[in-house]
């Protein structure tokens, strides 16, 4: 079986270190399959020799919009098999999924992209805006009522600052919750630990991933724990989520790779 492995190893992001990631990943994948990396970018000319195209840590799509859409097309178009299959709602299309699920009452930080629903959003003095289609907090800012009252917010989604103990994160290889990681210190987001989540930890992940209908991919989803111990969605990663696959003790990393072949396997029957 021969799989595309798309990644951008000289991708830097701040905290993690994509190519050490993606390079123990495919270290462990060609001993089962016949691996080959590429940017997506320049993917087209080996996707169809490919039988499984596995997208991973390709950094911001923002980085080659047109180069990606491109990309997705041709998915589409050849009916190329991608692992993550492109099914998503959430991140995969933007941050709409963020308005979507505050309308729905879905337990996620409350979101806005209109100043006319301030009142939709519980009073505080700080609030946080984002680009509608940004990612890896490119274009994040804190700015106060003033500030927000005075900015040009086209495009933008808006949200509360919350005040909260931790964020967390669980990753799943299509709905089973392997791990979760959490960053004891605010400010420290990717100096991550393990996290002993509770059965009522893990339905409030899986309740995302349910709605999210991918069945053949990686998910991370990501939340706060707020200082009452409620538990809100602050990003549903459905695209290339990075897997801080190296931080994890060896025996959840070795269940993981194990877990990862199989449902690659699996996928490409």
Not at 8 to 25: N, Q, T
Not at 208 to 229: P, S
Not at 242 to 264: G, P, V, W
Request: proline residues 3%; charged residues 35%.
């Amino acid at each position: 079986m021969k799989i595309l492995y798309l990644t951008d190893l000289y991708y830097e992001a701040k905290g993690r270190k994509y190519f050490e990631e993606d390079l123990y990943i495919t270290g462990i994948l060609k001993e089962h399959f016949d691996v080959a990396l590429c940017h997506p970018k320049n993917s087209k000319e080996f996707e169809k020799d490919a039988d499984l195209i596995v997208f991973r840590n390709t950094g911001p799509v923002s980085g080659f919009k047109e180069e990606y859409k491109s990309f997705v097309k041709r998915v589409t178009s050849n009916n190329l098999k991608t692992f993550n299959e492109f099914a998503g709602k959430a991140d995969m299309r933007g941050k709409q999924y963020l308005l979507d699920l505050t309308l729905d009452n879905y337990p996620v930080i409350p979101t806005i992209d209109d100043i006319e629903k301030l009142n939709m959003l519980p009073d505080c003095e700080r609030y946080v805006i984002k680009p509608k289609d940004g990612a890896d907090s490119i274009g994040l800012e804190f700015l106060s009522k003033k500030e927000l009252l005075e900015r040009n917010l086209e495009n933008m989604l808006i949200q509360p600052a919350i005040d909260f103990e931790y964020e967390v994160s669980f990753y799943f290889i299509n709905d089973n919750l392997e791990y979760a990681l959490y960053a004891p210190d605010n400010d420290r987001r990717w100096d991550l630990k393990t996290y002993e989540f509770s059965q009522k930890d893990k339905e409030f992940a899986e309740k995302f991933i349910k709605w999210n209908d991918i069945e053949n991919g990686i998910q991370r989803v990501d939340a706060c724990r707020t200082k009452d111990g409620r538990l809100l969605l602050v990003e549903l990663e459905d695209l290339n989520p990075y897997l801080s696959i190296l931080d994890l003790d060896e025996k959840t990393r070795n269940d993981f790779m194990k877990h990862l072949i199989i449902a690659l396997k699996k996928f490409s029957e």
